[in-house]
C-alpha cells in the first residue's frame, strides 16, 4: 500500500497540515500504518503537489510557524478514485494492512467498492481456511539437536496453530458482520460529483 493514498483520503474529509496528518497516523492510524516520520508525510505532501494532487494555502500562526494547509486538488481525488476502486490481491496474512487502509477510507467513499473488497477477502480466507484447518500437522524431526524437546515443540507448534485459527475465524466473523452492515438499505448514493446515483 502506498502511503500517498492515506494521505489523499484524509484530505478527502477536510484540509490538513503535515502535522495534523502526521498526528492522525500516530494515534487513530495506529492500525494502518505503524510509524510515519513526520520529514516522510512532508516529503510525500512536496511530491503530491508537484505532482497536482493536493494544493496548499498558509495558515499565519502567531508565535509559532506558519502552516501549510492541504487539500485534494481534482486530479487528487481522480488518483484517490482509482485506488478505492483498483483490483485488491489478498496477502497470505490476514488483517494485512492493505486491507485495512484500503477498507477504512473505501467504505465511506463507495459502499459498493467496500462490499467488493470484503467479498475477495472473505473469498480468499474461506478458501484458505479450507486448504489449511485440518492438514497435517505432526512435526518430523530428523537428526535433531539433543537439546531439542520434540514433544514441546510440538505441543506449541499445536498451540500456536489453534490461536491462529481462532483469530482467522474471529477476522472472517467481522468480515462477514461488516458485510452485513454494508449491505443494509441506506440513503441513495452519491457518485464522484455528489449526485444521487
Known amino acids: ?10 484530505l478527502a474529509g477536510r484540509p490538513r497540515s503535515g502535522f495534523d496528518l502526521g498526528r492522525w497516523v500516530e494515534t487513530e492510524g495506529q492500525f494502518l500504518r505503524s510509524r510515519a516520520h513526520h520529514s ?5 505532501l512536496g511530491r503530491m503537489t508537484t505532482d497536482g494532487w493536493v494544493t ?18 481534482p486530479i487528487g481525488r481522480d488518483v484517490l478514485w482509482e485506488w478505492v476502486h483498483s483490483p485488491y490481491e489478498p496477502t497470505s496474512r490476514f ?5 485495512l487502509a484500503r477498507f477504512a477510507f473505501t467504505a465511506p467513499l463507495d459502499r459498493q467498492a467496500a462490499l467488493r473488497l470484503v467479498d475477495t477477502e472473505l473469498d480468499y480466507r474461506r478458501a484458505q481456511i479450507a486448504r489449511n484447518r485440518d ?3 505432526t512435526l518430523r524431526f530428523e537428526d535433531p539437536l539433543p ?3 520434540q514433544e514441546l515443540a510440538q505441543e506449541v507448534f499445536d498451540e500456536l496453530h489453534a490461536y491462529g485459527a481462532a483469530a482467522v475465524d474471529t477476522w472472517v466473523a467481522w468480515l462477514e458482520g461488516m458485510r452485513r452492515r454494508l449491505g443494509q438499505d441506506r440513503p441513495p448514493e452519491r457518485d464522484r460529483e455528489g449526485h444521487s446515483a
Open 1 to 10: 500500500m502506498k502511503f500517498d493514498y492515506v494521505l489523499l483520503a484524509l
Open 56 to 73: 496548499f494555502e498558509v495558515d499565519p500562526r502567531e508565535g509559532r510557524p506558519d502552516a501549510k494547509v492541504y487539500r485534494l486538488t
Open 147 to 149: 537439546e531439542m524437546d
Open 40 to 44: 516522510q508525510i512532508y516529503r510525500l
Open 135 to 137: 492438514r497435517d500437522r
Open 95 to 99: 488483517q494485512d494492512p492493505d486491507f
